[in-house]
């Protein structure tokens, strides 16, 4: 019987030490098929490329949407471990690089990765008084970076010469790489834009929403105008000298679609034929019965941006009836959750490309270092536990204490 539970125990112990030992197949993995917009392209449209991103921050929408994401992740919170001393100083360095730059690496979502270069001083003053600081992030456009693998490892930044900085490699932590929803071990990250690409080009896109709003006005405007016109030439008297002259009626009528389109007033012949009918007539603009369904489309396609970009309705507008969030905790807690990995994606960028590496140098050890993000849904609950805003829709009641907030603000 003992025979048998060390031949049991025997297998246990050699499939740990595969498990242990066996060399990953996902370390070398990179996903193959290329960027997003080389994969998939709706027939119709453009494939999504930076310059899209690009022109996608002209639509005032787009940028309220990624305004009203950034503001969410505002009072983020961060809970550190490790050795005292060393998250000390990583704390110090990460309230420096989020309080002055948070910025430009939310900037990240607008394309999917951003490479920054990073700057240094030494610190004057204080308990790291000597060790190298963070003086500064200087960020280049994502089509000027390019990431430097090592292996399967990010190794550091190449950045090209479009802004006079040399085409050159900077290794980590003297550059940093952010990315933005990177997938399938894609170095490169993807834009949250891209979600909203297909509503903003309804929109915009020649015929688009914009093109029949702004030719719907024109036509309720001043055009749109129908003219009954005979094909004849048409002899009209001078009203001065009684001499006839001759006009082609559609060369009249046109001269009166002119003084129309000047908003001037409009003097239209009332011609009749040999038995009294009317020849010439005029028909104002109308609309279809229902002109509002345009500006309905409009609106319909900026709620479409947004809800691409992950900023959904209720997070705008408060219920109909009840308190402010009265049905809206379910798709708030969305919303906190998905800026939530957001923010740890940021923070997990900075800690290996930047804070681990600089803490390394500054004490000469691998660093014992550890930093943990705290779920803005639960930094909101606290935060309106017993407001009037919040009742109990975000866990907590009017008469709950506020608890003291863990760990440190971003």
Same mark, same amino acid.
């Given at each position: 019987?003992?025979?048998?539970?060390? $031949?049991?125990?025997?297998?246990?112990?050699?499939?740990?030490?595969?498990?242990?030992?066996?060399?990953?197949?996902?370390?070398?993995?990179?996903?193959?098929?290329?960027?997003?917009?080389?994969?998939? $392209?709706?027939?119709?449209?453009?494939?999504?490329?930076?310059?899209?991103?690009?022109?996608?921050?002209?639509?005032?929408?787009?940028?309220?949407?990624?305004?009203?994401?950034?503001?969410?992740?505002?009072?983020?919170?961060?809970?550190?471990?490790?050795?005292?001393?060393?998250?000390?100083?990583?704390?110090?360095?990460?309230?420096?690089?989020?309080?002055?730059?948070?910025?430009?690496?939310?900037?990240?979502?607008?394309?999917?990765?951003?490479?920054?270069?990073?700057?240094?001083?030494?610190?004057?003053?204080?308990?790291?008084?000597?060790?190298?600081?963070?003086?500064?992030?200087?960020?280049?456009?994502?089509?000027?970076?390019?990431?430097?693998?090592?292996?399967?490892?990010?190794?550091?930044?190449?950045?090209?010469?479009?802004?006079?900085?040399?085409?050159?490699?900077?290794?980590?932590?003297?550059?940093?790489?952010?990315?933005?929803?990177?997938?399938?071990?894609?170095?490169?990250?993807?834009? !949250?834009?891209?979600?909203?690409?297909?509503?903003?080009?309804?929109?915009?896109?020649?015929?688009?929403?914009?093109?029949?709003?702004? !030719?719907?006005?024109?036509?309720?405007?001043?055009?749109?105008?129908?003219?009954?016109?005979?094909?004849?030439?048409?002899?009209?008297?001078?009203?001065?000298?009684? =001499?006839?002259?001759?006009?082609?009626?559609?060369?009249?009528?046109?001269?009166?679609? =002119?003084?129309?389109?000047?908003?001037?007033?409009?003097?239209?012949?009332?011609?009749?034929?040999?038995?009294?009918?009317?020849?010439?007539?005029?028909?104002?603009?109308?609309?279809?019965?229902?002109?509002?369904?345009?500006?309905?489309?409009?609106?319909?396609?900026?709620?479409?941006?947004?809800?691409?970009?992950?900023?959904?309705? =209720?997070?705008?507008?408060?219920?109909?009836?009840?308190?402010?969030?009265?049905?809206?905790?379910?798709?708030?807690?969305?919303?906190?959750?998905?800026?939530?990995?957001?923010?740890?994606?940021?923070?997990?960028?900075?800690?290996?490309?930047?804070?681990?590496?600089?803490?390394?140098?500054?004490?000469?050890?691998?660093?014992?270092?550890?930093?943990?993000?705290?779920?803005?849904?639960?930094?909101?609950?606290?935060?309106?536990?017993?407001?009037?805003?919040?009742?109990?829709?975000?866990?907590?009641?009017?008469?709950?204490?506020?608890?003291?907030?863990?760990?440190?603000?971003?």
């Amino acid at each position: 019987m003992s025979t048998f539970f060390q $031949s049991v125990r025997s297998v246990f112990q050699r499939t740990r030490k595969w498990l242990l030992d066996k060399p990953p197949l996902s370390r070398d993995y990179r996903d193959r098929s290329g960027p997003p917009w080389q994969r998939f $392209s709706l027939e119709s449209l453009p494939p999504f490329t930076l310059w899209q991103a690009d022109v996608m921050l002209m639509d005032p929408h787009v940028v309220f949407g990624l305004m009203v994401r950034n503001g969410a992740i505002a009072p983020a919170q961060v809970n550190w471990s490790g050795d005292p001393r060393q998250v000390r100083f990583a704390q110090q360095q990460w309230n420096r690089i989020w309080h002055d730059f948070g910025g430009a690496l939310l900037r990240t979502k607008r394309y999917g990765w951003m490479p920054f270069e990073v700057t240094y001083h030494e610190i004057a003053q204080g308990e790291f008084q000597g060790m190298l600081g963070v003086k500064g992030l200087h960020d280049f456009h994502p089509r000027d970076g390019r990431v430097v693998l090592r292996g399967s490892e990010k190794a550091g930044v190449r950045f090209g010469s479009s802004r006079d900085a040399g085409d050159g490699m900077l290794p980590f932590p003297a550059s940093l790489w952010c990315t933005f929803d990177s997938q399938f071990g894609n170095p490169y990250g993807r834009s !949250l834009n891209q979600n909203s690409y297909v509503p903003f080009e309804e929109k915009w896109r020649d015929h688009g929403a914009k093109d029949v709003l702004r !030719l719907r006005m024109m036509k309720d405007g001043y055009s749109g105008d129908i003219f009954w016109v005979p094909d004849q030439v048409i002899e009209i008297p001078d009203p001065v000298t009684q =001499e006839k002259k001759r006009y082609h009626a559609i060369d009249l009528f046109r001269r009166a679609q =002119e003084t129309r389109l000047a908003g001037a007033s409009m003097t239209l012949p009332r011609l009749f034929g040999s038995h009294g009918e009317e020849l010439t007539g005029y028909e104002p603009p109308h609309d279809n019965g229902r002109p509002e369904g345009i500006l309905e489309w409009n609106e319909r396609l900026d709620w479409e941006i947004w809800k691409g970009q992950g900023v959904i309705r =209720e997070v705008f507008e408060a219920a109909s009836s009840g308190s402010g969030f009265s049905g809206r905790t379910v798709p708030m807690i969305h919303f906190l959750g998905m800026v939530t990995e957001e923010f740890k994606s940021i923070l997990a960028d900075v800690m290996h490309d930047l804070l681990r590496p600089l803490t390394h140098i500054n004490f000469g050890r691998d660093p014992d270092l550890s930093a943990e993000v705290r779920p803005l849904m639960e930094t909101y609950a606290e935060a309106m536990s017993g407001s009037a805003l919040g009742g109990s829709s975000f866990g907590g009641s009017r008469s709950d204490p506020a608890r003291p907030a863990e760990g440190s603000e971003a």
